[in-house]
């Protein structure tokens, strides 16, 4: 069911009196605190912009065509070990926020079946009620779908840190061979 057909569905069965009936209910009520109280204290375009930020200020990515030593190597490595620290920090506080949304949205759907199954049509699909039921937690569920786009690219950031964690060991090691070669000469 597309989206235009769930809208006309809503209008004939009392979607807006549902909408109505809702906005004086406490459970629901207590949702959109939820909603609200996430989106105000996670600027996700901001920690997006801050990660996006810490990735391009690594100076590992500078060390091609350069002819490192092995204290720029070690430099290199401990800011990307620090920049990669703030960027899980990120993504666990997003994984509570996720998992506290997530679960906030199925309580508030459970919530109106329990409670208002009267005032839905009947669906013969699940995927049918629970396309019904998503119009009434539309916030949610896009906040929900924002912070899982923002820990994908922190998990993305971070393997890339990670890989390069593994190149700059093996460059700091090649300057060793390179060292021990030369003091037996």
């Not at 060390?63 to 990120?90: E, F, V, W």
């Not at 039921?133 to 779908?145: I, K, N, P, R, W």
């Not at 190149?167 to 021990?180: G, M, N």
Request: net charge positive; proline share 1%.
């Amino acid at each position: 069911m597309n989206k235009k057909e769930l809208e006309s569905k809503k209008k004939i069965v009392g979607g807006d009196a549902l909408f109505r009936k809702l906005a004086d209910d406490d459970a629901f009520k207590k949702y959109k605190r939820i909603v609200k109280s996430i989106k105000e204290r996670y600027d996700l375009e901001a920690l997006m912009e801050e990660a996006n930020s810490l990735h391009a200020g690594r100076s590992s990515r500078n060390l091609k065509g350069t002819n490192p030593g092995g204290q720029k190597i070690a430099d290199a490595a401990l800011l990307d070990g620090s920049y990669r620290s703030r960027m899980s920090q990120i993504m666990v506080n997003l994984f509570r926020q996720r998992d506290l949304l997530d679960i906030s949205i199925q309580a508030a759907k459970a919530h109106i079946v329990k409670n208002y199954s009267d005032k839905m049509p009947t669906y013969r699909t699940k995927i049918e009620r629970s396309n019904f039921l998503d119009t009434y937690v539309a916030t949610g569920v896009s906040l929900l779908s924002n912070i899982e786009s923002v820990i994908r690219c922190l998990e993305l950031l971070i393997k890339d840190i990670d890989q390069m964690s593994f190149t700059l060991r093996l460059s700091y090691q090649c300057v060793e061979l390179v060292a021990d070669k030369r003091r037996e000469i």
